[in-house]
């Protein structure tokens, strides 16, 4: 099975939460990149280097995510219980 997704240039990434697949022009992901320093951040685009994680701008995904504490394990760092509600909020899911 070596039939790979044709990609033109653009990455494609994957949902932590759902594991959908799709490049960033086809589909809204929130990026979460733990930086050297011990932050984490959260952006749409490339510009800042470190581990990072992706999950869908949806509130089922964010919320998955967040219930399966997964994205300690994926970013290889503690994310401390702020996070997933900045998370949350970054998603527009906080009231
Ligand atoms: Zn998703």
């Known amino acids: 099975m070596k039939k790979s997704i044709r990609h033109k240039g653009a990455k494609v990434r994957m949902c932590a939460a759902c594991g959908l697949r799709a490049r960033r022009d086809e589909h809204e992901f929130i990026r979460i990149t733990l930086q050297k320093d011990g932050t984490l951040i959260f952006d749409s685009g ?13 509130a089922d995904c ?3 995510l967040c219930k399966s504490r997964r994205l300690s394990h994926l970013l ?15 998603a527009g899911l906080s009231e």
């Open 46 to 58: 490339d510009q800042c280097s470190g581990r990072s994680a992706y999950v869908c701008r949806q």
């Open 62 to 64: 964010v919320k998955k």
């Open 76 to 90: 290889r760092g503690s994310v401390p219980e702020e996070v997933y509600q900045s998370l949350l909020k970054e």
